[in-house]
């Protein structure tokens, strides 16, 4: 079984940053691709980063194009997306995901953290 815990959120000021964290258990990664999406309330859940646990080719989605940084440690399972010069539109719960897909970027993720909430105050 794959659990994702996902950390590192918080309160910020526009202009600022944050680095989540994304903790893999279970069985290796090397079949997954690996992602962040974000969901605000009452909005659609959408993709922001995605990388291929072996060869670490990413996918940006345009909102994060130039400011957000994804990238993983093989070694301790973790998943990492940098968010820098965030605005207040980035304001959601984050979530990583995970998936099995022949597929780049997949279309469909398997699992799912809890989320970690990010606040971007103007």
């Known amino acids: 079984q794959v659990q994702l815990v996902e950390s590192g959120g918080g309160l910020v000021q526009a202009g600022g940053s944050l680095r989540l964290s994304c903790a893999a258990s279970?069985?290796?990664?090397?079949?997954?691709?690996m992602a962040w999406f974000r969901q605000a309330p009452g909005k659609e859940r959408g993709l922001v980063a995605a990388i291929r646990w072996i060869g670490g080719d990413t996918y940006y989605a345009n909102s994060a194009k130039d400011r957000f940084t994804i990238s993983r440690d093989n070694a301790k399972n973790t998943v990492y997306l940098q968010m820098d010069s965030l605005k207040p539109e980035d304001t959601a719960v984050y979530y990583c995901?995970?998936?099995?897909?022949?597929?780049?970027?997949?279309?469909?993720?398997?699992?799912w953290g809890q989320g970690t909430q990010v606040t971007v105050s103007a």
């Open positions: 995901a995970a998936a099995a897909t022949n597929n780049w970027p997949p279309k469909a993720y398997d699992y």
């Open positions: 279970g069985p290796t990664f090397s079949k997954y691709t």
